[in-house]
């Protein structure tokens, strides 16, 4: 059995491996495994990883990183439309992708809470030689990259209006304030601001979307705000903010200033889990 574990690093390899790597790669091979530890710079060596034929293991830090590799295994192996598999379902785009184990470093990247996904090395170590992957669903969008746990928009300060459209409903047409909105996969969205936004199930084969939406109620002495949320599930959602704002997706935070639509990818991510 061959075993890689891909550390994502910035700027030139050559720092020496983490004390997490070690001990991981030392359970591997005490358990008859082959590792190759890899420190990759660029996309072409997440790419040169993903092309083997090799279980992997990558050590991160954070969502992005490992949505980093996500990305790229997407990019190699998404068929274009005119070459689409016949067997591939009809609420899919790519097939099945490589399974993942996640080794946290000095942070815990927050989808091994939300996909109850072991963390210690020697746990992160078993789970790889015992096979057993665990499928779950996966956020494709139009701009190329994907999301795992899911995209927050607005929040706090950051009121902005926008249409958004998940499936054929109309949930925003775009007049009238949006306090926040969250397009969720696997993170629990269960209070935010203290709001109760979602808690979706990252098994389910559905994207969950909620929205709050502030409301002006006047009474016969003065007037109060409240905030109403409005919940939906299905297969995409497209949002059209009428003006920039941040957003917030796997936690790398950027500027959502044109349409941007997600779809659902069903059980198409594969995770190294106990066993059941």
């Known amino acids: 059995m061959d075993v890689t574990v891909l550390t994502l690093v910035d700027g030139a390899p050559g720092c020496a491996p983490r004390t997490q790597v070690l001990t991981c790669a030392d359970a591997l091979r005490?358990?008859?495994?082959?590792v190759t530890t890899v420190d990759a710079t660029s996309d072409t060596e997440i790419d040169e990883v993903l092309q083997r034929d090799t279980r992997l293991v990558v050590a991160?830090?954070?969502d992005a990183?490992?949505?980093?590799?996500?990305?790229?295994?997407?990019?190699?192996?998404?068929?274009p439309p005119s070459a689409r598999p016949d067997d591939l379902p009809g609420d899919r785009t790519v097939g099945d992708l490589p399974a993942l184990a996640i080794l946290p470093l000095a942070q815990?990247?927050?989808l091994i809470e939300q996909l109850?996904?072991?963390s210690a090395p020697a746990d992160v170590a078993k789970a790889v030689v015992d096979g057993h992957v665990r499928r779950t669903d996966l956020l494709r969008h139009d701009g190329g990259g994907v999301t795992v746990?899911?995209?927050?928009?607005?929040?706090?300060?950051?009121?902005?209006?926008?249409?958004?459209?998940?499936?054929?409903?109309?949930?925003?047409?775009g007049s009238e304030p949006i306090v926040t909105c969250v397009v969720a996969n696997a993170g629990s969205y269960r209070d935010i601001d203290g709001l109760g936004l979602c808690e979706p199930d990252p098994a389910d084969g559905k994207l969950d979307v909620a929205l709050a939406i502030p409301f002006v109620h006047r009474g016969l002495i003065k007037r109060r705000t409240r905030i109403e949320v409005r919940r939906a599930r299905g297969r995409a959602v497209a949002i059209t903010p009428v003006n920039d704002v941040p957003h917030v997706d796997d936690g790398t935070v950027t500027d959502l200033t044109r349409k941007r639509t997600w779809w659902m990818e069903r059980a198409?991510?594969?995770?190294?889990?106990?066993?059941?």
């Open 30 to 34: 005490d358990a008859g495994a082959e």
């Open 149 to 173: 746990n899911g995209v927050r928009i607005g929040g706090g300060d950051a009121v902005f209006r926008g249409k958004i459209a998940l499936d054929d409903h109309i949930l925003s047409d």
């Open 60 to 62: 991160a830090d954070t």
């Open 108 to 110: 815990q990247p927050e």
């Open 268 to 276: 198409a991510a594969g995770w190294y889990a106990p066993g059941a």
């Open 65 to 79: 990183q490992v949505r980093a590799v996500l990305r790229r295994a997407v990019r190699l192996l998404a068929p």
């Open 116 to 118: 109850r996904l072991p």
